[in-house]
């Protein structure tokens, strides 16, 4: 008999055999009920022991007026009567923005974002931070900045209620306090002080918006004059995405560069990332212009159109990477209203965003002297928040402005901002000429070359900063913070960059503003992004600091999307190879370009991924560009008699 036969045979003889088998050991398991019960050593509730702690946490659901409870974790210093109350309104977790280490003692469970820990422990606030509307602990439904009531939210609740509603349930709910509210926080948290602004409270007596989202299209998170900021569209997956940010951008370069540029445009990566299904992305594809969508919610402008009622700090970082736009929009917005000249008080640190509440010396390879954040936090913020909060507390011996002089490093008084403007004020505007022979000079050209010029190419694009490219984020060995003053001269020798220098500087050049663009150039497309960067260039040979011979530190630098030139509401072709004047205002700077170091200006038209490419063929939306309409472009720069290209730079001898 053959093997198959054989196995044939058997075959029903095995089978009958494990059936047998198995029905043998189902019969020996006896049923799941007969186990003994072996009790569970986790009691069903566990109350800590926190005697020994020198705090009280309560987490509580504040109810709102529509019966939406918001989750708010409440810190109270054991032995606190008439204390102040400085309240966080956040998306990014309450519970761990309060739990950064666990510990008896109040300082390390406050030590990270948001929280000035050393003011809050030293001066006894009661600490409150609370989710905001549909984020992490808190019910609703989430809106990114959500409008206040009007136009673009028909609901009657928004930010400015839910803290109306949240303070109205603190000073009647915490007898340890004195009943006085103050609010801070910054970035997202920072928009939030400006939202209880809107009809405050009574019992709101100060508010520190610090860094603040105001105006996303015009220079804060999502575009800047026109041109979209892709590298934020992780932000926008997570935050919309899940309640509780699980949902996690991924990636598979590990150069960014390389992640934007296989896509193509901005609208196709987020449909590789299935981001239509994400309500805030959905609006910002369909709002590329500065139409009332954007106009309607930005926050210096409702905040202008309202009376003055509670005192504000407003604060601001001379090179803050995110943000660059808000805290001096609300300032040129509220400060009219400050009659008296006691209730608008601003501050400008050398500071990253946010970098006002860490450790302040330095940012990137630039020195300040002195622990600039800590000062501001001693000196300024807790006297600021002391006077409003504490009971029987002196008045602050603040100036209305205090602004750290970057290239002097040193802290000054000043009776307002910006110190150099065209009339009325002690400075004033001074014109420096993009000249031929790639110069600069104060004085208008009166010959030679016409333009400079250079070849954009859409298929190689300017890097923001050397590659490989991190995303951005503030994890540790992340570089994102830094950006803003990373040495130019990585992009000062391409040909892509037209780059303009100063002879050597024999006496200090002191700007106190926001230097303003006047550029003459054309372009052989007909759409077009035109990145303007004021530089100071350090000495070849630095003694004290030898690594800083020759780095080209950005004092100022930003974007600007041709086809806004004419209207930022509505989208323009620019005329082919004519040319035309593009003018904007860069960030503001406060800053001594000192003896022996120079003056230089850069122009490209690509600081990618930062900025989604420009086509440079006009497309009704540049979300959707196809790769035929990404073409290069011959980009001149002029510097004639007639049509000369200029910064005016905000002097002042200060």
């Known amino acids: 008999m053959t093997s198959s036969r054989i196995a044939a045979a058997l075959k029903p003889v095995l089978i009958t055999l ?59 210093p054991k032995g606190a009567t008439h204390a102040g109350i400085l309240l966080t309104r956040t998306p990014y977790d309450a519970k761990s923005l309060t739990s950064h280490s666990m510990s008896g003692h109040l300082g390390p469970m406050l030590q990270g974002y948001d929280n000035a820990t050393d003011v809050i422990i030293e001066d006894g606030y009661i600490r409150v931070v609370q989710d905001i509307r549909g984020k992490y602990g808190s019910e609703g439904d989430y809106v990114m900045n959500r ?28 007898p340890e306090s004195n009943g006085k509210v103050g609010t801070l926080g910054i970035s997202y948290d920072g928009f939030e002080p400006l939202m209880a602004l809107v009809h405050p409270h009574p019992a709101l007596k100060v508010s520190v918006p610090m860094n603040p989202m105001v105006d996303g299209w015009m220079g804060d998170d999502w575009f800047h004059n026109g041109a979209f900021r892709q590298q934020n569209m992780s932000y926008i997956y997570e935050q919309i995405a899940s ?21 193509g445009s901005a609208g196709e990566l987020g449909k590789q990332y299935g981001m239509e299904q994400l309500g805030f992305w959905n609006k910002v594809l369909a709002h590329p212009a500065y139409d009332s969508f954007w106009r309607d919610q930005a926050v210096d402008k409702l905040l202008a159109t309202l ?7 407003l604060v601001h970082s001379l090179w803050d990477q995110e943000d660059s736009y808000g805290a001096l929009a609300v300032y040129r917005a509220i400060k009219p209203k400050d009659t008296g000249g006691n209730m608008v008080k601003l501050v400008m640190g050398p ?34 928040l002391a006077q409003y909060l504490k009971d029987g507390a002196p008045k602050a011996d603040l100036a209305p402005v205090t602004a750290f002089q970057t290239g002097t490093n040193r802290w000054q008084r000043l009776s307002r901002w910006p110190l150099a403007c065209d009339s009325g004020c002690a400075g004033k505007t001074r014109p420096l000429y993009l000249e031929p022979g790639r110069t600069l000079g104060f004085d208008a050209p009166t010959a030679g070359a016409a333009y400079d010029e250079y070849v954009s190419d859409p298929a190689h694009p300017v890097p923001f900063r050397a590659r490989p490219i991190q995303p951005v984020g503030y994890d540790p060995g992340q570089t994102w913070s830094q950006w803003l003053v990373d040495d130019q001269r990585e992009a000062s020798g391409r ?27 054309s372009t052989s497309g007909t759409d077009s992004d035109w990145v303007v960067k004021l530089i100071d260039v350090y ?16 004092v100022a630098m930003d974007i600007f999307r041709g086809r806004y030139r004419e209207s930022f509401s509505k989208a323009r072709p620019i005329a082919a190879n004519q040319p035309l004047t593009y003018r904007f205002a860069l960030p503001a700077a406060n800053h001594v370009f000192l003896p022996g170091h120079r003056i230089m ?3 490209q038209s690509s600081w990618f991924p930062l900025y989604d490419r420009n086509p440079q063929t006009f497309v009704p939306n540049i979300f959707w560009a196809k790769p035929a309409d990404y073409v290069k472009a011959t980009q001149r720069v002029y510097h004639a008699p007639k049509e000369a290209s200029f910064i005016a730079l905000p002097v002042t001898s200060d």
């Not at 002195?370 to 807790?382: G, N, Q």
């Open 243 to 263: 309640r509780d940010n699980s949902t996690k951008w991924w990636t598979n370069y590990h150069d960014e560069y390389d992640l934007f540029m296989q896509a």
């Open 307 to 313: 009376p003055l009622k509670v005192p504000v700090m």
């Open 18 to 76: 494990l059936l047998t088998l198995s029905g043998a050991s189902l019969a020996m398991d006896p049923p799941a009920a007969k186990y003994p019960n072996y009790p569970s050593e986790t009691p069903a509730t566990f109350t800590p022991v926190t005697t020994s702690y020198d705090y009280v946490r309560r987490e509580v659901m504040i109810p709102m007026r529509d019966g939406v409870k918001l989750r708010t974790i409440i810190l109270i």
């Open 351 to 384: 500071w990253h965003h946010g970098q006002e509440i860490e450790e302040g010396s330095s940012l990137g390879a630039i020195r300040f002297g002195s622990d600039t954040a800590k000062y501001f936090r001693e000196h300024i913020l807790r006297p600021f």
């Open 147 to 174: 409008p206040v009531h009007g136009p673009l939210n028909p609901t009657p609740v928004d930010d400015a209620t839910d803290t109306w509603d949240t303070i109205d349930w603190l000073v009647k709910n915490i």
């Open 601 to 603: 200006v850069q122009v």
């Open 539 to 554: 000495p070849d040979q630095v003694a004290e600091q030898p690594e800083m011979g020759g780095y080209q530190l950005a």
């Open 495 to 521: 040909p892509d960059v037209l780059t303009f220098t100063s002879a050597p500087l024999t006496t200090p050049l002191t700007i106190a503003g926001a230097p303003e663009v006047h550029l003459v150039a």
